[in-house]
C-alpha cells in the first residue's frame, strides 16, 4: 500500500511538471523558424539516457558535451548510449538524417516520451542542443527532475556568417576568456570568431620566423586607458604560442565555430615595425604609442622584404588556421610615408599605377595571390576597395553600408559590420551611467533595428550579403568582465538578426524572451550589461505654453517605471509612470526602472530648459 501511494505521488508530481512547463511561455533566441508548443513535457531525469550512433566520433564528442551542458544546467547528467545497446522509451536522440534545412538546420521534437533531435549534419544538432537547453526551467530544484515543454521546432539560420570579433592587439585576453567568449557565442548559434590578432599597439601571435614579434612587439610600457591623456603605466602584453592558438582552434571546432584570424596589413602594424624598423619607409626608430590614434607608419610597399615577412607569417597563420578564410585588415592605412618614399614610387611607376590608392589595392592583391596559392581566400575591411578590389576578395562593410553594396553590385561576397549598429565598443546607455566608451550610441533597441539586405540591391546583389558581424574594439575595454559587458545582451539581437527570419522579427516579443536570457547569462557567469532597464527620455516642447510633454521609455520588457519631479530619488513611494505626462519648465525629471519590488536601472535625470521665444 505504501510502495502504491509513492507511486500516485510521483505521478502526481510528474503531471504537475508537465502542466507547469506547458504553462510557460518559450523563450528561446535566437527565434526559431517554426516552433510549435504542444501539450505535456519530457521530464529530465537520472535514468535518462542520450541515444546516438556511437560509431560516429564526432557524434560522441557532441553527445559527450551535451551531456555535460544538462549536467552543468540541471545537476542532471545522462547516460550515454547506442540504439544498438539500448531499446527504450525516454531517451534524448541525436540522431544524422537527410533533410532540405542545410548544414546548420535541425528539427527538434520534445514530447512525454522523449526527444529527438534530427539534422543532416553534426552543426545542426549542435544548435538544436542550444535550443534544448533554452527550454530548461531556470532556477528550479532538480530533485524529482526537470520537465522540458513539449515542442514541434524545424529551424535555420538566415546567414551563413553570424560573427563577433574581439580585438585582442590592444588588450591581451588568456586563453581561458577566449575560450568562454566562444562559449557565449555558440550559445547564441553564431558560428564566427573574427580574431583580431595585430594592432599598432600590441602584435599577438607567435610568428617562429621572427621571433622579436614576440620578444618586442607583444609588449608595451603603458596603456590609454581612458578618453584623453590618462596613461596607466603599467606595462601590458602577451601573445599566443602555436600551442595556444591550436588549443583554440580545437575548442572553437567542438562548438562549430570558425576562428578567422586577422593579420592587419599594410597599416595598424606599428608594434612589428618597432621590432623590424626596416619594413618601414623611414627605418625608424619607433616606440609603441602610449595613445589611441591612427598612426602614419604602415609597410613599405616598395620594399621586396616587406612581402617576404609577410609571406612567411601568413605560412604559418595558415598552418595554425583552418579557416578557409583570412582576414587582412586593409583599413586606416595613411599614404603619407609612400608619396614621401622613392621605393614606393619607383613601385608605383613600374607597376604603372596611378596612385598611392592603386599601390594599396597592388599590395593587398599580391597578398590574396600569395593565400590564394595557399587555398586560402581573403576577406578585408571595406577600404581595400580603393584602388581596384582583388579579384577573390570578400569585403567586411564597417563605414556604413556603403562598401558593401559597392561590393555585391560587383559580385564579391560581403559581411555588413557597419559602425551605425554593430560597434559594440560605443555606449549602450545613458553616457553618463555608462563605463569608459569611445563614444557614439548604440542602445540595444538600435542593434535589433539593424537589416542587413540593403534595399538598393537587386535580389540577385543580395545573394552576396554573406552575413553579418558585430565587433568589439579594445581601446577602453580592459578586463573580460568589461568585455561581456559591452557585448551582451546587444550579441543576442545580433544572433537573432543573422540567425531567425525577418519575418519573425518582433521587438516586443525579443526584449520579453530577453528577461529569461538574463537569468541563462547570470546561471553561465556572463557580466552582462543592464543598460537596457534604464529610462530614457523622449520630450516634446511646448514653448509658447513654456511646458514639456514627457514620455519615459527602456529597452525591457513591461518596465514598472517610477519618477519624482521633485528633486528626490524615484522609489515605489514615487509617482508610478503610465503614459506622457507634462511639466513646467525648470523642471527635473527623475525615474528609473523597478522589478520585483527592487530597484534596476540608476535614476535617468532630465532637466527642461526654459523656453526662450525666437523671433
Same mark, same amino acid.
Given at each position: ?370 593565400? =590564394?596559392?595557399? /587555398?586560402?581566400? !581573403?576577406?578585408?575591411? #571595406? ?9 577573390? $576578395? @570578400? ?75 558585430? =565587433?568589439?574594439? /579594445?581601446?577602453? !575595454?580592459?578586463?573580460? #568582465? ?9 550579441? $543576442? @539581437? ?96 527623475? $525615474? @528609473? ?23
Amino acid at each position: 500500500m505504501k510502495k502504491l501511494t509513492k507511486l500516485s505521488a510521483i505521478i502526481t508530481l510528474l503531471f504537475s511538471m508537465g502542466l507547469q512547463a506547458q504553462d510557460r511561455q518559450l523563450s528561446i533566441i535566437p527565434q526559431p523558424l517554426e516552433l510549435e508548443q504542444k501539450q505535456g513535457a519530457y521530464i529530465l531525469h537520472e535514468k535518462s539516457i542520450i541515444q546516438f550512433d556511437d560509431s560516429d566520433a564526432e557524434l560522441t564528442a557532441l553527445a559527450e558535451l551535451f551531456a555535460q551542458g544538462l549536467f552543468e544546467r540541471t545537476g542532471i547528467r545522462p547516460q550515454l548510449a547506442s540504439p544498438r545497446s539500448v531499446k527504450t522509451a525516454n531517451t534524448l536522440t541525436l540522431q544524422l538524417t537527410s533533410d532540405t534545412l542545410g548544414d546548420e538546420g535541425y528539427r527538434l521534437t520534445v514530447s512525454e516520451d522523449g526527444i529527438t533531435a534530427r539534422a543532416a549534419k553534426a552543426n545542426g544538432l549542435f544548435y538544436a542542443i542550444q535550443s534544448i537547453y533554452q527550454l530548461l526551467p531556470i532556477g528550479e530544484s532538480a530533485n524529482k527532475g526537470v520537465a522540458i515543454p513539449a515542442v514541434e521546432i524545424m529551424d535555420k539560420p538566415r546567414f551563413g556568417w553570424r560573427g563577433l570579433m574581439l580585438d585582442v592587439g590592444r588588450y591581451f585576453y588568456s586563453v581561458d576568456y577566449i575560450k568562454k567568449y566562444i562559449d557565449y557565442l555558440a550559445m547564441h548559434k553564431m558560428n564566427v570568431f573574427h580574431w583580431h590578432l595585430v594592432e599598432d599597439h600590441g602584435w599577438r601571435i607567435e610568428i617562429k620566423s621572427y621571433p622579436k614579434l614576440t620578444d618586442v612587439s607583444a609588449w608595451r610600457p603603458s596603456t590609454n586607458f581612458q578618453r584623453g591623456s590618462y596613461i596607466n603605466h603599467n606595462p601590458h602584453g602577451g601573445y599566443y604560442s602555436h600551442e595556444d592558438v591550436r588549443e583554440v582552434v580545437a575548442y572553437a571546432q567542438s562548438r562549430y565555430v570558425t576562428v578567422v584570424p586577422e593579420i592587419e596589413l599594410p597599416g595598424h602594424v606599428l608594434s612589428a615595425l618597432v621590432a623590424y624598423p626596416e619594413l618601414s619607409c623611414t627605418g625608424g626608430p619607433f616606440e609603441i604609442p602610449e595613445q589611441w590614434a591612427i598612426q602614419q607608419d604602415i609597410y613599405c610597399a616598395g620594399n621586396e622584404q616587406v612581402f617576404t615577412f609577410l609571406e612567411s607569417v601568413l605560412s604559418e597563420v595558415v598552418e595554425l588556421f583552418p579557416s578557409e578564410i583570412i582576414h587582412i585588415g586593409g583599413d586606416e592605412a595613411p599614404k603619407d610615408r609612400w608619396k614621401a618614399c622613392p621605393k614606393c614610387q619607383q613601385r608605383i611607376k613600374d607597376e604603372g599605377l596611378k596612385d598611392e590608392h592603386e599601390l594599396q589595392s597592388y599590395f593587398i592583391t599580391r597578398i590574396e595571390k600569395f593565400l =590564394n596559392s595557399k /587555398g586560402k581566400r !581573403i576577406i578585408g575591411w #571595406d577600404e581595400i576597395l580603393e584602388g581596384g578590389l582583388a579579384p577573390n $576578395a @570578400a569585403v567586411m562593410s564597417w563605414r556604413g553600408i556603403k562598401g558593401g553594396i559597392e561590393a555585391a553590385r560587383m559580385h564579391h561576397p560581403v559581411v555588413m559590420s557597419p559602425t551605425t549598429h554593430m560597434y559594440f565598443d560605443y555606449f549602450q546607455g545613458e553616457p553618463y551611467h555608462e563605463p569608459n566608451a569611445i563614444g557614439g550610441h548604440l542602445p540595444l533597441r538600435k542593434v535589433y533595428s539593424y537589416e542587413p539586405l540593403p534595399e538598393e540591391l537587386t535580389p540577385e546583389e543580395q545573394q552576396y550579403i554573406m552575413g553579418v558581424q558585430g =565587433n568589439v574594439w /579594445g581601446e577602453y !575595454i580592459h578586463s573580460p #568582465d568589461k568585455c561581456d559587458y559591452m557585448t551582451y545582451p546587444r550579441g $543576442a @539581437a545580433l544572433a537573432e538578426i543573422a540567425w531567425s527570419a525577418m519575418k519573425h522579427k518582433d521587438w516586443e516579443d525579443f526584449i520579453r524572451r530577453l528577461e529569461d536570457q538574463y537569468l541563462r547569462y547570470e546561471q553561465v557567469g556572463i557580466n552582462y550589461a543592464k543598460s537596457a532597464y534604464q529610462v530614457y527620455f523622449e520630450v516634446e516642447d511646448d514653448v509658447a505654453g513654456k511646458k514639456s510633454a514627457v514620455t519615459l521609455k527602456t529597452d525591457s520588457y513591461q518596465p514598472e517605471i517610477y519618477y519624482t519631479v521633485d528633486g528626490s530619488e524615484p522609489s515605489l513611494d514615487s509617482p508610478k509612470y503610465h503614459g506622457p505626462f507634462e511639466v513646467a519648465e525648470y523642471t527635473t525629471v527623475r $525615474a @528609473a526602472t523597478f522589478k520585483d519590488g527592487k530597484r534596476v536601472s540608476p535614476a535617468s535625470v532630465r532637466s527642461m530648459v526654459r523656453f526662450e521665444k525666437t523671433e
